[in-house]
């Protein structure tokens, strides 16, 4: 039987991928309390990674779609914290957007409400969250974005 949010995700066309392994010496995610603190998902898709520098190799689009990715990759960690129920969501509390960019690219909030915009599509008012957008002169692997978040969940 699935729930009301990945029946939500089929709605929209979307399929989450496996949630992302750690890169590094660090988790996927801690929880503290109610609170679910998910470490940076990079843009990744079908075809790998997203690379580039927005404002130079990349338009605001593609790096929509590229936070987009992220966002993905931030659901399905948030399933696994949920033990796959992610109706346990009651709020999508912050996320921070870092963006590849050149020094005079300022859409960084454009391209980060991919991911932004997803939240909401998904998880309706409680996919509404604080936010931060930040340019970034180089990511790991040479991505476009990552971005991290933090739930509240039951």
């Given at each position: ?14 399929s989450l991928p496996d949630a992302p ?21 990079i843009s990744s898709g079908p075809d ?107």
């Amino acid at each position: 039987m699935t729930n009301s949010i990945e029946q939500r995700l089929a709605e929209l066309g979307l399929s989450l991928p496996d949630a992302p392994a750690p890169a590094a010496n660090y988790v996927p995610f801690v929880q503290s309390g109610s609170l679910v603190f998910i470490s940076g998902q990079i843009s990744s898709g079908p075809d790998g990674l997203i690379c580039g520098k927005l404002g130079a190799d990349l338009g605001v689009d593609e790096g929509v779609g590229a936070a987009r990715a992220c966002g993905l990759a931030l659901i399905a960690q948030l399933r696994t914290a949920c033990a796959g129920d992610l109706t346990r969501l009651r709020r999508v509390v912050k996320l921070t957007g870092f963006v590849n960019c050149a020094p005079d690219f300022t859409d960084q909030p454009k391209v980060v409400n991919g991911a932004s915009d997803l939240m909401v599509a998904v998880f309706g008012e409680a996919g509404r969250h604080a936010r931060a957008a930040v340019g970034a002169p180089s990511l790991p692997l040479g991505v476009a974005v990552e971005i991290e978040g933090i739930f509240e969940i039951a």
